[in-house]
């Protein structure tokens, strides 16, 4: 499948940008300017980019309570996000989500979870929505490796089966769920084996390659589009940082992280594949991390400068009509 | 035998350790307890002194619960680590259609000796979906014990309690109370009967009736308001169901006036309820209405000043007690 020079250079600033702002993310947390906890998807960056080239800005997305990346593949303002992750008024949700609840209705991203596997069911909702207004949108939802294992995951891959709704599953098999290994947790070899049980088709891929991740999901979301009904796509990755920032990770060698890092880190490996390609060099690499290094400090700058809200703000945004 | 000062995490490790050496059918069930002695190192030393005996399963909340019941009815003594009490939500079939309703349906069969720990609580920004207060939800659903202790000593004898009690109980201890230090009695029979409330600072002028972290709240509001000359009586609940209705009738008789303080949103909260019960069963005794105080009606917001605004504070328990007091 060819993907034109300039969306794949799209695709490697999206990368970027997502590992550079869940990197000023933890260096803030550790500083305690960012409230409360947050999870970070440094290392996934390949999943999150890989699904959110094939989406068009109506379709929906639906994320986890590790959803930056996710956010910052489909088009969402990194100023608004910050913000938010401050618990500024000028945040996404004037303050009242924080990192583990940010959405952007306007460009479909239907909210990030705190509840592991919330999104699941809400998306066979809005694959169903798509269907009756007879709409060509897509609706994905990204959940985690153990997220898998919650009973709501079933319900709505079964709903949307049967009723071939417009949906792709993409589960980010990262190896961990907060101190369980994926293989302790569930019988199964690959997580894509799961989607025989409703029979949808089911893809296991190498969530680190984007371009593969791309490949599949592309095929995915143009069977949804033309009515052929929902997918299941298993993007092996790996958690690179804790579950939360400041775990103190005693279930895992710290090798293990290593290895991922250094030898199978998303970024570099399509880097290498650019350069190859003669579509990137390193300097234009540099200008890229550049750019995005300003952009992110403006983003900063507008967190920062940006009042808290006032405290009764609190009673606002309940009901539409109180 | 004498006390020793630890925290209400110790206290409730204590308590197991106690209850699980006792009794071999007492066993711990639920996500990411073995890694890290619970997500909040509650579990300290369990995983290495009762290897089997504490499991960590998948996230799959229906059948943990799920599994709490069954192996409650067929001759363990399971605990249910909850890892959020928010998540309740996930398992809500397996307690109160299931748990809550097993005995009664089939005629008293049989008994359902399961404890469902439940952190909860808010105070740490961790938003709308990790800070609720939810033992209402369980006091209205018969069949439930309701237990919320506040200081350490309190969460160890009551644990022990709900362990050796032969019914569900749903166990709320305070994520920010924790690391919370207190004095805890040293003799390992030290238990507080699930149904007693204690009276915990004595007082003439006004009753103030709590739970949980409700309870550092009137304490603090009980100090200031002495400044004043206002001398409140501080009664901490501690189990919701049973309810000790002879303590608090004892202390209203004295006091004449009532204020009821949780951190739970007052809608609808266990204030209604008790309040409903005061007016009902002491209305001679009454020289005020019975105020409520507690959380505002909306979920928990992210961001520090909202959270702040939204939950009680000990200046909200003075303003109450002022009203009732007519100061
Ligand atoms: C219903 C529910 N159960 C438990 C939790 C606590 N929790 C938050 S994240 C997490 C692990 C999730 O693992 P996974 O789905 O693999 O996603 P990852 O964190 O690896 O991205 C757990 C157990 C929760 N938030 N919601």
């Keep these: ?322 | 035998m004498s006390d020793r000062i630890m925290s209400a995490s110790a206290a409730l490790a204590e308590a197991l350790h106690e209850e699980m050496a006792r009794d071999e059918t007492i066993f711990i069930l639920g996500e990411d307890l073995t890694a890290h002695a619970g997500i909040f190192g509650q579990f300290k030393g369990i995983p290495e002194k009762f290897p089997g005996r504490i499991l960590d399963t998948p996230i799959s909340e229906a059948a943990i619960a799920g599994c709490g019941v069954g192996s409650a009815l067929t001759g363990m003594r399971p605990i249910v680590d909850f890892h959020f009490s928010d998540f309740v939500t996930c398992g809500m079939d397996e307690f109160c259609n299931q748990a809550a309703k097993i005995r009664y349906m089939f005629g008293g069969q049989v008994k359902l000796p399961m404890v469902v720990w439940c952190p909860d609580g808010a105070g740490l920004r961790a938003a709308a979906q990790h800070s609720q207060s939810l033992e209402a939800w369980f006091v209205h659903t018969p069949g439930l014990k309701v237990v919320v202790p506040s200081e350490p000593a309190d969460v160890k004898g009551l644990m022990k309690a709900s362990i050796r009690d032969d019914d569900p109980v749903m166990f709320f201890q305070h994520k920010r109370l924790f690391r919370r230090e207190g004095h805890v009695p040293a003799d390992p029979e030290f238990i507080i009967p699930l149904g007693r409330a204690a009276v915990k600072r004595p007082g003439k002028d006004v009753s103030l009736l709590t739970y949980g972290s409700g309870f550092f709240l009137c304490m603090d509001a009980a100090l200031e308001l002495a400044k004043e000359g206002i001398d409140a009586e501080v009664v901490d609940l501690r189990s919701l169901k049973p309810l000790d209705m002879e303590t608090v009738a004892a202390s209203v008789k004295k006091t004449f006036r009532a204020v009821i303080v949780h951190e739970a949103c007052v809608t609808g909260g266990f204030g209604a309820e008790l309040a409903a019960r005061i007016q009902a069963e002491l209305f001679d005794h009454l020289d005020a209405p019975v105020l409520r105080v507690g959380a505002k009606d909306v979920p928990i917001p992210f961001s520090p000043p909202m959270e702040d605004f939204v939950l009680p504070k000990p200046a909200d328990v003075i303003a109450a007690v002022k009203t009732v007091c007519y100061r």
Excluded at chain 1, 105 to 110: E, M, N, R, V
Excluded at chain 1, 306 to 319: G, V
Aim: proline content about 4%.
């Design chain 1, 1 to 322: 499948m060819s993907t034109d020079k300039k969306k794949l250079l799209e695709m490697y600033r999206t990368m970027v940008t997502i590992r550079q702002f869940e990197t000023m993310a933890g260096e803030y947390f550790a500083a305690g300017q960012i409230p409360g906890f947050i999870h970070l998807s440094i290392g996934q960056e390949g999943s999150s980019t890989g699904v959110c080239s094939c989406l068009r800005p109506d379709d929906y997305v639906a994320t986890t309570h590790r959803g930056h990346g996710h956010m910052i593949a489909k088009g969402a303002d990194l100023k608004r996000m910050v913000a938010e992750l401050f618990g500024k008024v000028t945040g996404y949700c004037k303050g009242k989500g924080g990192s583990m609840h940010i959405a952007d209705f306007s460009i479909g991203i239907l909210g990030a979870n705190g509840v592991v596997a919330g999104g699941l069911p809400l998306i066979a909702g809005a694959g169903l929505s798509i269907k009756l207004r007879k709409t060509d949108q897509v609706a994905v939802v990204f959940f985690g490796d153990g997220a898998s294992n919650r009973g709501p995951v079933h319900e709505a891959m079964n709903m949307a089966a049967i009723w071939k709704l417009p949906v792709l599953f993409v589960v980010e098999n990262n190896q961990w769920a907060s101190t369980t290994p994926q293989g302790y947790a569930c019988a199964l070899g690959d997580l894509c084996q799961r989607a025989a049980g409703y029979n949808m088709p089911g893809y296991s891929v190498d969530g680190n390659d984007v371009l593969a991740v791309r490949e599949t999901t592309l095929k995915a979301v143009a069977a949804a589009r033309q009515g052929e009904g929902p997918s299941m796509i298993e993007n092996k990755t790996y958690r690179i940082r804790g579950h939360f920032e400041g775990d103190p990770q005693k279930y895992r060698d710290q090798a293990e992280v290593l290895t991922w890092q250094e030898k199978n880190d998303p970024i570099r490996r399509f880097e290498e594949h650019l350069v190859k390609s003669q579509i990137l060099t390193k300097k234009k690499s540099k200008v890229i991390w550049d750019e995005v290094k300003a952009e992110l400090d403006a983003a900063l700058e507008f967190a920062q400068s940006s009042p808290y809200p006032k405290p009764e703000d609190a009673l606002q945004d309940l009901f539409v009509n109180a």
